[in-house]
């Protein structure tokens, strides 16, 4: 082993060194960046990996490729290049990525996106229909099972996936490590400097949103706010290039597809960043321009339907940006008053509207990134669990 202590092999379908930005891409790179840091060996294995060693002509989104066949690219990957015998070998697998063949190999499996939550809530609001459920759902959450059912231990990144989202399907959770936001890098800035590099007047009330354009993040809220609310200025944020493929096909409802329509065009002229009226809209931003974003802005309006990694939350809060936003996700580990206003019913736009007027009249009063900092949901903290936790379990 050289120099370093274990060798670690993270999988995800991508990673965000590979031109993926956000959710459990940011968790594995964070945590190659401990475990690097720690002294030990990182290996990433992803979709794409695998798929470009086998010489298939790979599609940019895995769900435009059968998702068996992507599973089983990355597991054979996997049985081809790391030893059985190896006991300095662990793998750190996105839970439901591959698993389908055992590949003998010791493995945590992390878990931060609630599909199954997810599927059953967007069935009931009518956001998907019968087959897509279906599919999407009863799939994705046999991969997890079979992932998990193989795995040395499960491992939680809040107490929402260890208490709603596990227990649902019928998995067992050994641990939960909450995640956590680089302080140093979401920090609040200074307004007046960042509101004339991205083209703001200082008098602006600007709002943001960070997500992907699908009902799960609320694109639908966020699309009857900018329309009520004109006066305000609006900086949607996606994660992935506005022309990107939805997660599910048939989730788009009429309001969404219009919305599509609208601003397609722009975006095939403009590539990543398109404004008209009070909206702005930019694509795959990286973390050090999404940080001025954040410090830019008034508030932040989240109105997820279901999360689990809340990486979105902790970088606003740490920003110091007050939020209007579902309780979801890391948020039943520490919502605080002082983070801003949480939605009963996250399909009300009243609500949000409401909500929205009283921030900005009490802003002062919210300090999300004191919430933070109290709670220790800082990166070092988080690096240290982590090291703790996957130096001291046994490998067989």
């Not at 294995?45 to 089983?72: C, D, M």
């Not at 030893?83 to 389908?100: E, T």
């Not at 709603?164 to 490590?177: A, F, K, T």
């Not at 960043?273 to 932040?300: M, T, W």
Request: net charge negative; with cysteine; glycine share 6%.
């Amino acid at each position: 082993m050289g120099d370093y202590c274990l060798k670690f092999v993270l999988v995800n379908w991508y990673f965000a060194h590979e031109g993926i930005i956000g959710g459990c891409e940011s968790f594995h790179e964070k945590l190659a960046v401990a475990l690097r840091r720690a002294g030990h060996e990182v290996d990433f294995v992803s979709y794409k990996k695998a798929a470009e060693e086998a010489n298939i002509n790979l599609p940019f989104h895995r769900l435009r490729y059968p998702e068996a066949q992507a599973s089983i690219l990355i597991d054979q990957f996997l049985e081809r290049h790391y030893s059985r015998n190896d006991h300095d070998l662990m793998l750190i697998r996105d839970a439901g990525v591959g698993g389908l063949i055992d590949v003998g190999l010791p493995e945590i499996d992390v878990f931060g996106n609630p599909y199954y939550t997810l599927y059953d809530r967007l069935r009931n609001l009518g956001k998907i229909d019968k087959f897509a459920y279906i599919d999407k759902h009863d799939f994705s959450t046999c991969l997890e099972k079979m992932t998990a059912t193989n795995a040395l231990q499960n491992v939680a990144l809040s107490n929402f996936m260890a208490t709603v989202e596990m227990p649902s399907l019928g998995i067992r959770c050994d641990r939960v490590i909450n995640n956590a936001v680089d302080i140093e890098q979401f920090k609040p800035q200074e307004k007046k400097p960042l509101r004339r590099k991205f083209g703001f007047a200082t008098k602006d009330v600007v709002g943001c949103w960070v997500g992907s354009w699908t009902a799960v993040k609320g694109i639908e809220i966020i699309n009857q706010l900018t329309s009520k609310f004109r006066e305000i200025k609006w900086v949607l944020v996606l994660k992935h290039n506005f022309t990107g493929s939805l997660m599910i096909p048939s989730e788009a409802t009429t309001a969404e597809r219009k919305l599509r329509a609208l601003f397609l065009k722009f975006f095939k002229q403009s590539g990543y960043a398109y404004k008209r009226g009070n909206i702005r809209i930019l694509c795959q931003l990286q973390p050090q321009v999404l940080a001025e974003i954040y410090s830019l802005s008034d508030f932040a309006v989240l109105p997820y339907l279901c999360e689990g990694n809340s990486h979105v939350v902790l970088e606003a809060c740490a920003s110091n940006l007050p939020l209007v936003t579902t309780q979801t996700g890391l948020f039943w580990d520490f919502w605080n008053e002082k983070i801003g206003y949480r939605m009963s019913d996250t399909q009300n736009i009243d609500e949000y509207a409401s909500a929205i007027d009283r921030l900005l009249e009490d802003s002062p009063v919210f300090q999300p990134r004191n919430v933070i900092l109290d709670q220790h949901l800082d990166l070092e903290t988080w690096e240290r669990k982590w090291i703790d936790y996957l130096t001291d379990i046994p490998r067989q």
